[in-house]
């Protein structure tokens, strides 16, 4: 190897070649960057998703234990949850309560009614509060 403390003479294939190793170097850099921002997403998404498993478990134990009857609908009024004292209060199966079939139950208020109430109070800016 010869040292010199001369300026280098670059020839034009010379400086073509660290253009080309300049241009993937470049790309392997981000590349890498990309794939390590990838693996803390993913990280983050598993940790995420243990905590909702952890929390949906308490909600089914909680859910189970307690002596009241509970049902879950989604906006539309469509039920999709109930626990065994709801079923065992009501006379109806899980099946029978799914999507509107709670209605039947008789012993819950008529669904359009305490969306009205929902849907006023929201309007007025109290904050909406089981009954």
């Not at 089914?60 to 709801?86: K, M």
């Given at each position: 190897?010869?040292?010199?403390?001369?300026?280098?003479?670059?020839?034009?294939?010379e400086?073509?070649?660290?253009?080309?190793?300049?241009?993937?170097?470049?790309?392997?850099?981000?590349?890498?960057?990309?794939?390590?921002?990838?693996?803390?997403?993913?990280?983050?998404?598993?940790?995420?998703?243990?905590?909702?498993?952890?929390?949906?478990?308490?909600?089914?134990?909680?859910?189970?234990?307690?002596?009241?009857?509970?049902?879950?609908?989604d906006?539309?009024?469509?039920?999709?949850?109930?626990?065994?004292?709801?079923?065992?209060?009501?006379?109806?199966?899980?099946?029978?309560?799914?999507?509107?079939?709670?209605?039947?139950?008789?012993?819950?208020?008529?669904?359009?009614?305490?969306?009205?109430?929902?849907?006023?109070?929201?309007?007025?800016?109290?904050?909406?509060?089981?009954?």
């Amino acid at each position: 190897m010869v040292e010199s403390f001369a300026p280098r003479q670059w020839e034009t294939e010379e400086i073509a070649l660290v253009q080309q190793l300049s241009t993937q170097m470049a790309i392997a850099i981000q590349q890498a960057t990309a794939y390590q921002q990838l693996e803390t997403e993913l990280a983050e998404r598993q940790k995420t998703e243990a905590h909702l498993r952890q929390s949906e478990q308490r909600y089914a134990s909680l859910a189970a234990a307690v002596p009241v009857g509970i049902f879950r609908t989604d906006a539309q009024g469509n039920c999709f949850y109930v626990n065994e004292r709801w079923c065992s209060l009501t006379g109806l199966t899980p099946e029978e309560a799914a999507e509107t079939g709670w209605i039947k139950s008789g012993v819950i208020a008529p669904f359009e009614r305490v969306q009205r109430e929902k849907i006023v109070i929201a309007m007025s800016g109290e904050s909406v509060h089981a009954p």
